[in-house]
T-cell receptor, first 109, second 112 residues
Framework: EDQVTQSPEALRLQEGESSSLNCSYTVSGLRGLFWYRQDPGKGPEFLFTLYSAGEEKEKERLKATLTKKESFLHITAPKPEDSATYLCAVQGFGNQFYFGTGTSLTVIP | DSGVTQTPKHLITATGQRVTLRCSPRSGDLSVYWYQQSLDQGLQFLIQYYNGEERAKGNILERFSAQQFPDLHSELNLSSLELGDSALYFC???????????FGPGTRLLVL
């Protein structure tokens, strides 16, 4: 069965304390893996797209990596404004999209 | 602002009723996606259209239907509403079927 699993469900970090979020997937015919940020009551905001194992993308304090079975979102020296839910999504065979349930990140000043 | 617009922002209705949610994609985007997000299930992919044609179907109930019009806007019709249909409904758009999706602000539906 195709599915996406994110861990941890919730993460509390001190400002400046780096960490990583995990997204593992079992999807037939991976066409792309997407990372989004979602603030409460708002639509997901696009962060990165990764298409093949070994690919990496960076934006400010965020870096996304992809292997054949999982992706990591590394957060370096986070700030309180990075607090949000981070969603991982995978596009599989037949253009189906599967979202994980997200990691809720809280960065404490 | 992603450039995707959704109306209405909020909708309160009763069980058994029918509602229509509307989405206008970003300028130039041909593909539209609909998602349902409830507290206990996260984002669930419902359906995708590309240039007016259905391209992919997810966990969409038979009571739900969608279409994409020639001007590329899309509508999601929800009928015979049940309490469990209360959720946030998001529309997203992309240039093509494999491109990045950009999400709208969502419609919050409450079924009483």
């Amino acid at each position: 069965e195709d599915q996406v699993t994110q861990s941890p469900e919730a993460l509390r970090l001190q400002e400046g304390e780096s960490s990583s979020l995990n997204c593992s997937y079992t999807v037939s015919g991976l066409r792309g893996l997407f990372w989004y940020r979602q603030d409460p009551g708002k639509g997901p905001e696009f962060l990165f797209t990764l298409y093949s194992a070994g690919e990496e993308k960076e934006k400010e304090r965020l870096k996304a990596t992809l292997t054949k079975k999982e992706s990591f979102l590394h957060i370096t020296a986070p700030k309180p404004e990075d607090s949000a839910t981070y969603l991982c999504a995978v596009q599989g065979f037949g253009n189906q999209f599967y979202f994980g349930t997200g990691t809720s990140l809280t960065v404490i000043p | 602002d992603s450039g995707v617009t959704q109306t209405p922002k909020h909708l309160i209705t009763a069980t058994g009723q029918r509602v229509t949610l509307r989405c206008s994609p970003r300028s130039g985007d041909l593909s539209v996606y609909w998602y349902q997000q409830s507290l206990d299930q996260g984002l669930q992919f419902l359906i995708q259209y590309y240039n007016g044609e259905e391209r992919a179907k997810g966990n969409i109930l038979e009571r739900f239907s969608a279409q994409q019009f020639p001007d590329l806007h899309s509508e999601l019709n929800l009928s015979s509403l049940e309490l469990g249909d209360s959720a946030l409904y998001f529309c997203a758009s992309s240039v093509d079927v494999q491109e990045t999706q950009y999400f709208g602000p969502g419609t919050r539906l409450l079924v009483l």
